[in-house]
């Protein structure tokens, strides 16, 4: 079927990402905290949100956009097509030169999903979906595959990847029963970024993502 104009939006944004990513990627960077000294954003985070923000108002003025790199202006909520992005998600291992990072670019229409995209630059892998239209991934190869999730039902089989959340409170529930859930499963792993964390269950090389305090 034809590709919707706000599909062709976030394709175009993913591509603009990719780009300014990349050209900083293992490069030196200016690096600053936001709001603890693990939260950080860098020069690529603002120079990512900034030609995505120019990008979506030039195609739709009159769409509204929340990006985590700008202070929320609740009058977007009246907007019947709203977009989220996050310029670099995993930003921590963008800094150290790590390729599991990536940006996410999604659109509400009336307050629901109807659009999503994750792009993984230095991966060369992408992911996409659209309301009713199920979820799509393309490969380092080029070759587009249909997102499916794995049919494992048992925890000990399983392979799943965790985050430990950010505030004392929410790391006391993640050091209370996360060794006894390591100790049966087949393996887990912390990949700092919770984007390919999901991206990775959506198309089945993960079974389950737990994370504590994360905010979508």
């Known amino acids: 079927s034809a590709m919707t104009k706000e599909l062709q939006c976030a394709l175009a944004c993913a591509d603009i990402a990719d780009r ?18 693990r939260d950080l954003v860098t020069d690529a985070d603002l120079a990512v949100d900034r030609k995505l923000r120019e990008h979506i108002t030039r195609t739709f003025p009159d769409h509204g956009i929340i990006s985590e ?8 909520w009246g907007k019947k097509f709203v977009w989220i992005i996050d310029p670099i998600d995993g930003t921590s ?27 993984f630059p230095a991966l060369q892998e992408r992911y ?6 199920g979820a799509w991934m393309q490969n380092i190869k080029g070759k587009k595959l ?27 529930v993640y050091f209370r029963h996360m060794p006894r859930l390591l100790r ?32 979508l």
């Open 184 to 215: 049966i499963a087949q393996a887990g792993r912390d990949h700092h970024s919770a984007i390919f964390d999901l991206a990775t269950v959506a198309r089945g090389g993960m079974d389950f993502y737990i994370c504590i305090g994360l905010y």
């Open 93 to 119: 291992n963008f800094t150290m030169g790590s390729p599991l990072f990536g940006t996410s670019i999604g659109l509400l229409r009336n307050g629901k999903p109807f659009v999503g995209m994750l792009t």
């Open 128 to 133: 996409w979906a659209e309301r009713k239209k």
């Open 146 to 172: 249909r997102c499916r999730v794995s049919n494992i039902a048992t925890l000990r089989e399983s392979r799943f990847s965790f985050g430990y959340g950010n505030t004392p409170n929410e790391q006391k």
């Open 69 to 76: 790199e700008q202070e929320l202006d609740s009058s977007v």
């Open 20 to 37: 300014i990513a990349m050209r900083f990627w293992r490069s030196p960077l200016r690096i600053k905290t936001k709001s603890s000294w």
